[in-house]
């Protein structure tokens, strides 16, 4: 189908990964009239509550790749470490965003670099291939700072935290590419989430507060306080080159720290984002409904915040088992729960979202 026709209901999604924001974004898409389909291995798929179809087979499945991208009329995706050797196995004319948003992404390094090219600021950062190159990057950084793998970290996990020379002596190499970078003294996290269409149109949701613990977003908030609010449009300048470099189609998200000496940037994923689950309810059109009328060339929704105060909170683990509890409390709390069948720790089973005028 060609890129400029906007997909007609009844039209078909492909989304690669199958885990909650691809539940949410189906369930968007089903508003606009489209079918989805997912593609995931096999695991605790809860996007097959929401899609028509789940394709469970391994990313090493390129010929049950080819099968599914020929059900669909457009693929994307809502997990960004999809290996590239599958999207490739889907015809590049189908995919929204491009796959260059992936490559960028999948490597802390180049992400850095990139963003970096494009005027962003990081915090002080070394590649680390082998414990030669750890002891030079602490040398070089200091302390304290984080060591991270540089592919496939998600939630905090894949990093290791050195608070002082002393503790440094006791890291290794964890035997995979990493990235060692100084530990930023920031007031605030923020993120910047966008839109930008087939065509170029940007637009931009309110910046949240974003408060993390063990590396893992707990809460995002609005209004972000004074701070984040005097480097929102310096962090949307340094979004938008992105978008605009990689001709983005979809939603971006970037996050940055909040600091005296203005935004750093942190990192970035090329789709919707746990950061911008408020915008469900708390804004004119959600992330997942504009990303969705993006991909499909459909005239992109209005990003106005519509309350006063929004707390979006992510429900971790077994809280997800007395989460229905909420339901008495007074406000009205919106909850979300993505069906996961193993209340595991630390992980993401749902979350809730409060607002007021
Ligand atoms: P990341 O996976 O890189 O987003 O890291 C997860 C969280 O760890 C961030 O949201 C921060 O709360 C914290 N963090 C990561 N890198 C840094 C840093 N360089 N300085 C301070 N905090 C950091």
């Given at each position: 189908?060609?890129?400029?026709?906007?997909?007609?209901?009844?039209?078909?999604?492909?989304i690669?990964g199958?885990g909650?924001?691809g539940?949410?974004?189906?369930?968007a898409?089903?508003q606009?009239?489209?079918?989805?389909?997912s593609?995931?291995?096999?695991?605790?798929?809860?996007?097959a509550?929401?899609?028509?179809?789940?394709?469970?087979?391994?990313?090493?499945?390129?010929?049950?790749?080819?099968?599914?991208?020929?059900?669909?009329?457009?693929?994307?995706w809502?997990?960004?470490?999809?290996?590239?050797s599958?999207?490739?196995?889907?015809?590049?004319?189908?995919?929204?965003?491009?796959?260059?948003?992936?490559e960028?992404?999948q490597?802390?390094v180049?992400e850095?670099?990139?963003?970096?090219e494009?005027?962003?600021?990081?915090?002080?950062?070394?590649?680390v291939?082998?414990?030669?190159?750890?002891?030079?990057a602490?040398?070089?950084?200091?302390?304290?700072?984080?060591?991270?793998?540089?592919?496939?970290?998600?939630?905090?996990?894949?990093?290791?935290?050195?608070?002082?020379?002393?503790e440094?002596?006791?890291?290794r190499?964890p035997?995979?590419p990493?990235?060692?970078?100084?530990?930023?003294?920031f007031?605030?996290?923020f993120s910047?989430?966008?839109?930008?269409?087939?065509d170029?149109e940007?637009?931009?949701?309110?910046?949240?507060a974003?408060?993390?613990?063990?590396?893992?977003?707990?809460?995002?908030?609005?209004p972000?306080?004074?701070?984040?609010?005097?480097q929102?449009?310096?962090?949307?300048?340094?979004a938008?080159?992105?978008?605009?470099?990689l001709?983005?189609?979809?939603v971006?998200?970037?996050?940055?720290?909040?600091t005296?000496?203005?935004?750093?940037f942190?990192e970035?994923?090329?789709?919707?984002?746990?950061?911008?689950?408020?915008?469900?309810?708390?804004?004119?059109t959600s992330?997942?409904?504009n990303?969705?009328r993006?991909?499909?060339?459909?005239?992109?929704?209005?990003?106005?915040?519509?309350?006063?105060?929004?707390?979006?909170?992510?429900?971790?683990?077994?809280?997800?088992?007395?989460?229905?509890?909420?339901?008495?409390?007074?406000?009205e709390?919106?909850?979300?729960?993505?069906g996961?069948?193993?209340?595991?720790?630390?992980?993401?089973m749902?979350?809730?979202?409060?607002?007021?005028?």
């Amino acid at each position: 189908m060609s890129a400029r026709i906007p997909l007609p209901p009844g039209a078909t999604i492909g989304i690669l990964g199958a885990g909650q924001l691809g539940r949410m974004m189906a369930t968007a898409a089903s508003q606009l009239g489209y079918h989805s389909i997912s593609y995931a291995p096999p695991g605790d798929n809860v996007a097959a509550d929401t899609c028509a179809e789940l394709f469970e087979r391994n990313w090493s499945d390129t010929g049950a790749l080819a099968q599914f991208a020929k059900r669909c009329d457009i693929v994307t995706w809502e997990f960004e470490n999809v290996p590239l050797s599958a999207v490739a196995a889907i015809p590049e004319a189908l995919l929204a965003p491009a796959p260059r948003a992936l490559e960028v992404a999948q490597d802390r390094v180049n992400e850095k670099r990139f963003v970096e090219e494009l005027g962003a600021t990081c915090a002080p950062y070394t590649r680390v291939d082998s414990d030669d190159d750890l002891a030079r990057a602490l040398e070089r950084v200091g302390t304290p700072g984080i060591l991270k793998t540089a592919r496939d970290g998600y939630d905090g996990k894949g990093q290791w935290r050195i608070a002082s020379a002393h503790e440094a002596a006791g890291v290794r190499f964890p035997g995979r590419p990493c990235v060692y970078e100084g530990m930023v003294a920031f007031e605030t996290e923020f993120s910047v989430i966008l839109v930008r269409s087939r065509d170029g149109e940007v637009r931009f949701w309110d910046s949240t507060a974003n408060r993390h613990e063990s590396g893992m977003l707990v809460s995002s908030t609005l209004p972000a306080g004074a701070l984040v609010e005097s480097q929102v449009e310096a962090a949307r300048s340094v979004a938008e080159k992105v978008a605009h470099a990689l001709e983005y189609t979809g939603v971006l998200c970037l996050e940055f720290f909040a600091t005296e000496q203005g935004p750093i940037f942190n990192e970035m994923a090329p789709r919707v984002h746990n950061s911008g689950h408020w915008t469900i309810e708390g804004a004119a059109t959600s992330q997942f409904e504009n990303h969705v009328r993006a991909i499909c060339g459909l005239p992109l929704g209005e990003t106005a915040t519509r309350f006063a105060s929004i707390e979006m909170r992510n429900i971790v683990g077994e809280a997800a088992l007395s989460a229905h509890a909420m339901l008495c409390e007074p406000g009205e709390p919106h909850l979300h729960l993505y069906g996961k069948r193993e209340a595991r720790e630390g992980r993401k089973m749902g979350h809730v979202t409060r607002v007021s005028q």
